[in-house]
């Protein structure tokens, strides 16, 4: 029977097995990490890019770079080579639209930029992705196959009600 794994935002998760990692995704982006034949990989959600870790300190899964040197050393723990994994990219919507918004403000804009430039750095393989946009993102990942499904939700319009006396 097959596990089932919930990824709150700042959760990660890596092995191998019978194993389905889901999560739900706005502005967040799920770094999914893959190693075809050996049917072993991992996943992270993270909800702010950037800060990285101080000397120290936990290591904060909400945060990007954080999330990502947690999934890249769980992948050198069990012997592999970061390089080599297949990468999908999910989430960076904005949830909320309010007419007007400023783009460069939204956090969802941030997240997509910064794992865009994460995985160009790299030079990792990216072999599905589904960034930016509106609404939400259901992502549900199959570690024995490395199938990833995703369901698409709408944005929630953010108005102003007008309070009458």
């Given amino acids: 029977m097959t596990e089932r794994v ?71 723990n069990h012997g592999l080579n970061p390089e080599q994994g297949q990468y999908k990219l999910f989430g960076g919507a904005r949830s909320f639209t309010q007419p007007g918004e400023h783009l460069a403000l939204d956090v969802a804009a941030q997240n997509v930029a910064f794992i865009e430039r994460l995985m160009a750095a790299r030079k990792l393989r990216i072999t599905a992705q589904d960034l930016g946009g509106q609404g939400y993102r259901y992502v549900r990942f199959e570690l024995r196959s490395g199938d990833v499904w995703v369901r698409r939700g709408t944005a929630i319009n953010r108005v102003q009600a007008e309070v009458k006396r």
């Fill in 6 to 76: 919930f990824l709150n935002p700042g959760d990660l998760y890596f092995g191998r097995g019978d194993i389905r990692v889901e999560t739900l995704l706005g502005p967040c982006v799920a770094i999914v990490m893959w190693y075809p034949g050996l049917s072993i990989g991992g996943m992270c959600h993270f909800q702010l890019p950037g800060q990285p870790a101080a000397a120290g300190v936990a290591a904060d899964g909400r945060y990007g770079m954080q999330a990502w040197h947690w999934l890249e050393q769980q992948a050198r």
